[in-house]
């Protein structure tokens, strides 16, 4: 696969991503992560620098397989997460995507993001940075870890799968 169609077939990807999140089709969006996808959400550590160890520094939200975004999406669809209850609308924009690819078929990928988001009257945004680690299966990718720098300095509600 050439350079071009290699980033014109990331992006689609991450746009379906974005797409299945907004749409809450949430099998569709859990089914583009490999089981043993890391997710994580640093926190800021400084000013400047952002904890960098998941395992023994606080993160914004971390699962260290798809099992965490399992759990996650059940307690969406059950109300069980009652800071979630109603859902926000949200929609996602993801531009800047930056693909490196590997000797091994996969492909470090660097994209920015906004996420819009509205419920109870109120309008928020989040924004920052995405890092994944795609690979292929077959004809289409599968996220292997995903990390999302949020840059906003102020949080004012409940952080979650369909913030960022």
Known sequence: MSDA????SVTDFLYR?????DARRWDDWLALFDPK?????????SEDEYTSDP??????MYYGDRTGLEDRVFRLRTGR??????LPRTCHLVSNVRVTPGADGACAVK?????H?????????????YEYLLSRQGEDWRIRKKKILVLNDLIETVLDIYSV
């Open 17 to 21: 991503e974005a797409e299945y999140v």
């Open 117 to 129: 988001l509205f419920k109870r009257n109120v309008s928020q945004s989040f924004y920052g940075r």
């Open 5 to 8: 169609a290699t980033l014109h």
């Open 55 to 60: 395992q023994n520094e606080v993160s914004l």
């Open 81 to 86: 997460s009652a800071a979630s209850t109603p």
């Open 111 to 115: 994209a920015n993001f906004v996420t």
């Open 37 to 45: 996808a890391e997710y994580w959400i640093p926190s800021w550590d």
